[in-house]
Structure formats: C-alpha cells, structure tokens
C-alpha cells in the first residue's frame, strides 16, 4: 500500500522557521520515474505548488518562494523534508505532500497519489 | 493570479451534466504538455481524477472525462451525483515557470 504522511507544528511564530516532513511508504524515493513534492493550500484558496525533488536529487521550487525554500530527502528513512524560513501568516494553510509521476512529454509531473495533509498556523 | 484559468463556479441538478474548462498558453496547453484534474471533497486532500487529458486512474467513474484542444482542456462530469459537489483544479506543465508546474485556480462544483 503506497502512502504518504505530513508531520509538523501546528503552530509556528512569524519569522520563525517551518520544517514538514513526508515519511512515504510503498515506493521509494530512488525510483528514477517517481518524486515528492509539496503542495499547500491557504484556507478557503486554490492550491499552491511549491517545490518537488526527484531520485537523481532534482530539486525545483516556486519562484515566489525560491529564496525561502529548502527540499531534501533522507532515503534511509523514507523522508522527504520541507523548510521554510521567515514565516508570515499568509504561510498558514494545510500542507500536503503528494507523489509526482516524472512521465515524459507530453504526460510530465502530475500527483497521483497525495497525503491527508497539514495544518499550519502562523501567530505570534 | 493562476497560469491556467478555471471558472470560479459551476452548478448542476442531479443527473445533468456540467462542463469544467481550463485555459492556458503557448507555455503550457499550447505547447503540448497534458492537463491533469484534481477533485477536493471539503476537508479532504485532492485527489487524482484524470490524467494525461484523458485518462482516468483505477477506481474513477466513466461519468468523469477529460478533453484537451489548443490552449484549453475541459473537464465533463455527466450523471451528476450529490458526492460530485466538490472543488476541481486542473494542472500542466510550463516550461516559463521555476518547477514547471501550474495549478488552476480551482473550480467550484454545487450539485443543486
């Protein structure tokens, strides 16, 4: 059974630093054809990519966020880990980490498979 | 502001038929790369609902299709069902975007 799981505070201050983790299970983060990425969703609003990571340690983020993103992976654990530094309270929404099929042209990097997601609030 | 653009809103009476469209550019649709939809349940993750313009996981039913034309793709839902009411994002490839990867701005589905 492929799955994946979101874990992280519930609660950041502002300014501070935000660190998820997406422990997967059934696949693993060496398969050339696979990748993690993280999406997140602002409450009441559209979803929002931010960055994803592949097996060869491709990692791309969005430019909106670029300068405060930070993507790994541990594959010893099975973790993909997302930081973002200087949180603001627009940052706060639920957080979902879903499985990118890399594909080929013209079927390239879609989700099919996502995690239940995390809340995070930001507040002082 | 969204690279691809859905209608906020659509609504539909049980066992009618509603449409979902989503257009984008040279840099995404137009150039050739597939449009893949998402169905949101409130308070649940997205799930995958078709992919590849056209493709449909295992366990989706056939009352959902994709289409994909130029710069635009579109989503059709027939039979409408009370569990249908959900939000649905469309999302491609772009080559201008860091990451190369574009959501829609999510349409809203209310099954009257």
């Known amino acids: 059974q492929v799955t994946l799981k979101e874990s992280g505070p519930v609660l950041v201050k502002p300014t501070e630093t935000l660190t998820l983790t997406c422990t997967v299970s059934?696949?693993?983060?060496?398969?050339?054809?696979?990748?993690v990425s993280w999406i997140r969703q602002p409450p009441g609003k559209a979803l929002q990519w931010l960055a994803h990571?592949?097996?060869?340690?491709?990692?791309s983020y969005s430019a909106s966020l670029k300068t405060r993103l930070r993507i790994s992976r541990d594959t010893s654990k099975s973790q993909v880990v997302l930081t973002m530094t200087n949180t603001d309270p627009l940052d706060a929404g639920t957080y979902y980490c879903?499985?990118?099929?890399?594909?080929?042209?013209?079927?390239?990097?879609?989700?099919?498979?996502w995690g239940q997601g995390t809340v995070v609030t930001v507040s002082p | 502001q969204s690279v691809l653009t859905q209608p906020p809103s659509v609504s539909g009476a049980p066992g009618q038929s509603v449409t979902i469209s989503c257009t984008g550019s040279?840099?995404?649709?137009?150039?050739?790369?597939?449009v893949h939809w998402y169905q949101q349940v409130p308070g649940r993750a997205p799930k995958l609902l078709i992919f590849?313009?056209?493709n449909r996981p295992s366990g989706v039913p056939d009352r959902f299709s994709g289409s994909k034309s130029a710069t635009s793709a579109s989503l059709a839902i027939t039979g409408l069902q009370p569990e249908d009411e959900a939000d649905y994002y469309c999302?491609?490839?772009?080559?201008?975007?860091?990451?190369?990867?574009?959501f829609g701005g999510g349409t809203k589905l209310t099954v009257l």
């Open positions: 999302q491609s490839y772009d080559y201008m975007l860091s990451g190369s990867t574009a």
């Open positions: 059934g696949f693993s983060l060496n398969n050339p054809k696979l990748g």
């Open positions: 590849g313009n056209t």
């Open positions: 879903a499985r990118v099929q890399r594909g080929g042209f013209p079927v390239v990097n879609y989700f099919d498979l």
């Open positions: 040279s840099s995404n649709i137009g150039a050739g790369y597939a």
């Open positions: 990571i592949f097996s060869n340690d491709e990692k």
